[in-house]
């Protein structure tokens, strides 16, 4: 997992990492942009049941320390007949900003990681999570989780939401534009927002109704509400305080679900009339920056609605089974959120 505060301006990673052969952890130089660090870490799942019993567990991966693994091939492996051979090791170190064991908890994993990027994002900075690993690695977990386990994801809305407190900026015509923009909507735009909005939000409701009876292990957007729910639970996060509440700034919330699928660009959130999805473009709005074209961004104002997005977004999204995980996502899933400072019915800033 990797996480990066952004400036509003774009970065070219390319050709600016500063990799050492055995330090995994990497300097981004931006042309003219503050330098900052990029911080990776891994998080090492547990064995399932299902992998004991067929006695996957080689210590294959041995944590030496907080930042240290080693990568032992497993017996038999070419790896290990190489090796003997005299060719090539079997054996390889790798560090990294930290490394979480099998028994971290969710919880543990969000304080000790992302945590103070959201109270950048929050404050008006950019930030950029991604997860990266194999099928089956607990991607989806780490990000997503699931109503017992709630993961980064739940743990950002919740956070947002506290923090934005009773000062929600509830007009809906303010919306974000391009890359780093705002636009005015007009009556008639803004009435277009609404309808959207409520259209998939009634489909989520009709769907729920029938969703009742599944068990809390399954992915959190499985179940109707339990982003609310969850939020009033003791293990949950939220930074003390909403620096908000002292201000007469508002706040508003916009999303966007899209995911990329055979390298197309599929929104997440525009609902499927045929079995045909059209795919959209990314363009660059002039200044550089690269943006999704005709992307759908939903102005969402409590937890039961953000819960419902992704319900309705994770259902679209390409999902098949592979021999190693049942439910694995056959796709890149990105979930985006601008938040809009406004004072009066000026934007002051947004970060996204
Ligand atoms: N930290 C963890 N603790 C307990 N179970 C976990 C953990 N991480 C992952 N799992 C379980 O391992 C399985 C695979 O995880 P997950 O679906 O998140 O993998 P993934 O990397 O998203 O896979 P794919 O790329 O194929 O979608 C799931 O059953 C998940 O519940």
């Not at 990776?40 to 080689?58: G, H, T």
Request: hydrophobic residues 35%.
């Amino acid at each position: 997992m990797e996480t990066e505060n952004m400036q509003p301006v774009d970065i070219d990673l390319t050709g600016d990492f500063s990799v050492s052969s055995h330090l995994v952890q990497q300097t981004v130089m931006s042309g003219g942009a503050e330098q900052q660090m990029m911080q990776i870490y891994l998080r090492v799942r547990p064995f399932s049941k299902e992998e004991l019993s067929a006695n996957e567990d080689q210590d294959c991966v041995v944590i030496e320390d907080g930042q240290t693994v080693s990568l032992n091939a497993p017996k038999g492996s070419a790896n290990i007949k190489s090796s003997e051979k005299g060719v090539g090791l079997s054996i390889h170190k790798f560090t990294f900003s930290k490394v979480f064991g099998p028994q971290t908890t969710q919880g543990e994993l969000f304080e000790d990681t992302v945590k103070s990027q959201v109270f950048d994002f929050l404050e008006g900075k950019n930030a950029l999570i991604f997860s990266y690993g194999v099928t089956n690695a607990g991607k989806t977990f780490t990000i997503q989780g699931t109503l017992k386990d709630p993961g980064i994801l739940p743990r950002v809305l919740v956070a947002t939401f506290h923090y934005m407190g009773g000062h929600q900026y509830k007009e809906m015509d303010l919306k974000p534009y391009l890359r780093n923009g705002a636009q005015c909507l007009d009556p008639d735009q803004v009435k277009q927002e609404r309808t959207a909005k409520m259209a998939i939000l009634a489909s989520v409701r009709e769907e729920g109704d029938h969703q009742r009876t599944r068990s809390s292990s399954e992915p959190l957007i499985t179940s109707d509400s339990c982003l609310s729910s969850f939020s009033s639970s003791s293990n949950l996060t939220v930074f003390s305080g909403s620096p908000a509440e002292a201000s007469s700034d508002q706040f508003a919330l916009w999303v966007a679900f899209f995911e990329i699928y055979n390298e197309c660009v599929y929104d997440l959130l525009q609902p499927t009339l045929s079995k045909k999805r059209s795919s959209l473009r990314v363009c660059d709005d002039g200044a550089g920056n690269a943006y999704v074209k005709d992307l759908r961004w939903i102005n969402i104002q409590n937890l039961s609605e953000a819960n419902k997005l992704l319900q309705f977004g994770n259902k679209n999204r390409s999902a098949a089974a592979t021999k190693m995980n049942q439910s694995s996502s056959r796709s890149h899933g990105i979930f985006t959120m601008k938040l809009l400072k406004i004072e009066g019915k000026t934007l002051k800033r947004i970060s996204e």
